[in-house]
């Protein structure tokens, strides 16, 4: 993370920057960021610096990517991740409150899941009905995974449960650690104790339920 403003990621991987709430401390960071001397001192290499430079200026996205790499312009545009650095002012990849526009894609995730027994059966309706309750990850506008967070009150010895269920990652971005920041994030928003109770799902084919120290259900 460069500062409160702005962050950037290598080796393929992308983030976002949000501006701060703070109009003192936009100030600030917004002179900081553009003080070249600045960020030489603190050893930061020029292109990173330049190409922050470029997007407090406006540009809304800089890539970095060696040269020496073969092709790497295209693979750096045209593959899913990327193969350089991308410096970004606005909204790349980050979790949040589901909201209506994303009943379709959820839908979308679930379904065969659904359809396999995997998941329990839920209609369109009882979907608008939860949306309240859905957290997603999202890169792009694409919903890349949801999780439906239902408190469940407080456990006999005071812990606070909750039932995580509607749990899914697209399939194309399963083992990249999405789901495991997905449930993280659930967790502490919901401001859950370490209890689960997972819906119902096939015993043996959840391997979340280990994972996460819940009660199968």
């Known amino acids: 993370s460069i500062d409160g403003s702005m962050n ?12 701060s ?3 003192s401390s936009s100030s600030v960071s ?11 001192d603190t050893g930061f290499p020029t292109a990173v610096a330049v190409a922050v430079v470029a997007c407090v200026k406006g540009v809304k996205r800089a890539h970095l990517v060696d040269a020496r790499l073969d092709g790497g312009m295209l693979l750096e545009l045209y593959s899913r991740d990327g193969v350089g650095t991308m410096i970004s002012t606005d909204f790349y990849e980050g979790i949040r409150k589901a909201r209506s ?3 379709e894609a959820i839908q979308g995730l679930l379904e065969p899941l659904q359809r396999s027994g995997v998941l329990v059966k839920r209609s369109r309706e009882e979907l608008r009905a939860q949306l309240p309750n859905f957290t997603v990850i999202e890169r792009e506008t694409k919903v890349m995974g949801c999780a439906l967070l239902l408190p469940l009150g407080a456990s006999p010895d005071g812990a606070r449960v909750a039932e995580i269920g509607a749990f899914c990652v697209d399939v194309i971005f399963r083992g990249t650690g999405r789901g495991d920041s997905l449930l993280d994030y659930v967790e502490q928003a919901g401001f859950i104790d370490a209890a689960y109770v997972l819906q119902y799902c096939r015993q043996g084919e959840w391997p979340l339920v280990a994972s996460c120290g819940g009660i199968w259900h």
């Open 8 to 19: 950037s990621s290598s080796n393929g991987t992308r983030s976002n920057g949000r501006r």
């Open 21 to 23: 709430s703070s109009s």
């Open 30 to 40: 917004h002179n900081f960021l553009l003080n070249l001397d600045l960020w030489t």
């Open 101 to 103: 526009t994303d009943l």
